[in-house]
């Protein structure tokens, strides 16, 4: 038996509270260190008292008095701001889960590499901007990066380290989300709420609508390529709507490796804190005699570019990865806030490439700050391109 120091950042959201399952399922194999949410005060405090954790952090300042009157009468330390969150995710523990949506899991990921703690990923973004720092990070102390993504976790599972020269292709999954059968026009036209209805899986606004526009598995291509160290041309995306089969490596003998499982990310989140041994979930279990087919599609570029652009920005280097995350977060929010269409995602996302391949192709990107400017740049271009 384990005991794990665990620390969740990103505690309220969907991967965290998948976490949060998973570990009072099995409390006798983990210790929560530290939790952290950006700015939901009440469920932080819920969470934290829930999980017996040590100390509590909020991304937004304004709500640290708040957090402190809802954590008064327990022994949990509270806090609050960016610079304590970075702090206290390099605070010694054994495994930090990385869930913080977006770009702004950046810097805590990076803090915790550098302090030699591993760090389970959920959020692909700071891999696909930031890709080689992170990975670099993590080398010089020693530190491992264990994927939770379903696709990435199952590639992890499927790949033979000691056959890496023999694998073929590492092929990702995806479902084709909600508007897999749809034409063009529509999917152009679609709303909010029929953009975050996804078949199969229940996540968050952003990830959802990434999901539909299927820039969730673009951002998966840029951070296979860095996770396994795999050149875009040994990266495959297949279509396949039953999401029961997570991701696969092929090998040069013919073979291919699949993991499978259900649409549950339970799974994926307790193979990632237990590795590298597996516990019992409170999660769904695949029932294999109740499946009556599996198919796989290619998929339609045309209908989701999205993926077209990934294999873009890793030809073109740092600039253009840093572009196509940062024109899509902002895209995605102007979205959601109902200011421009779901069509507009991909030609926002599309014209910022054009401008960062013009305007900045050899802007020397070296450290986190160069990464946070440029990020920035990006950002301002797309807001002021909508005007």
Request: some cysteine.
């Amino acid at each position: 038996m384990f005991c794990k120091k665990i620390s969740i950042l990103g505690v309220t959201g969907s991967i965290g509270q998948s976490a949060s399952d998973v570990i009072l399922s099995a409390p006798e194999y983990f210790d929560v260190q530290v939790v952290s949410a950006g700015s939901n005060a009440q469920k932080l405090a819920q969470e934290a008292i829930r999980l017996k954790a040590k100390k509590a952090v909020i991304a937004d300042e304004r709500k640290c008095e708040e957090l402190k009157s809802l954590l008064s009468g327990t022994n949990i330390e509270a806090h609050a701001g960016d610079e304590a969150l970075e702090a206290l995710a390099g605070e010694p523990c054994d495994l930090v889960l990385a869930a913080i949506v977006g770009f702004a899991g950046l810097r805590p990921i990076l803090s915790a590499l550098k302090n030699g703690i591993n760090v389970a990923i959920a959020n692909k973004e700071p891999l696909v901007a930031a890709g080689a720092l992170v990975m670099e990070t993590a080398r010089k102390s020693g530190a491992k990066i264990l994927p939770v993504d379903s696709e990435h976790n199952a590639i992890f599972q499927c790949l033979e380290d000691h056959n890496r020269a023999a694998i073929d292709k590492i092929i990702l999954t995806a479902s084709g989300g909600p508007f897999l059968d749809w034409d063009i026009k529509d999917i152009n036209a679609a709303t909010i709420e029929q953009a975050i209805n996804h078949p199969n899986w229940s996540m968050g606004r952003k990830i959802s609508v990434d999901s539909a526009s299927m820039m969730n598995k673009a951002l998966e291509i840029i951070e296979a390529h860095y996770l396994f160290d795999m050149p875009a041309d040994k990266i495959d995306v297949v279509i396949h709507p039953q999401s029961v089969i997570h991701s696969m490596v092929s090998y040069h003998d013919g073979s291919v490796l699949a993991q499978m499982g259900a649409s549950d990310m339970r799974t994926p989140v307790a193979y990632a804190l237990s590795w590298p041994e597996r516990i019992k979930t409170p999660g769904q279990t695949l029932d294999i005699k109740s499946l009556s087919k599996l198919t796989f599609l290619p998929p339609d570029l045309d209908k989701f570019p999205a993926l077209r652009f990934a294999y873009t920005a890793l030809e073109s280097g740092q600039n253009a990865q840093i572009t196509l995350n940062a024109a899509n977060e902002e895209a995605v929010d102007l979205f959601l806030r109902e200011q421009i269409s779901f069509g507009k995602i991909a030609k926002i996302i599309e014209n910022a490439l054009l401008w960062a391949d013009k305007e900045a192709p050899n802007k020397d990107i070296k450290t986190v700050d160069d990464i946070e400017e440029f990020n920035n740049n990006v950002r301002s271009f797309v807001t002021k391109s909508i005007l």
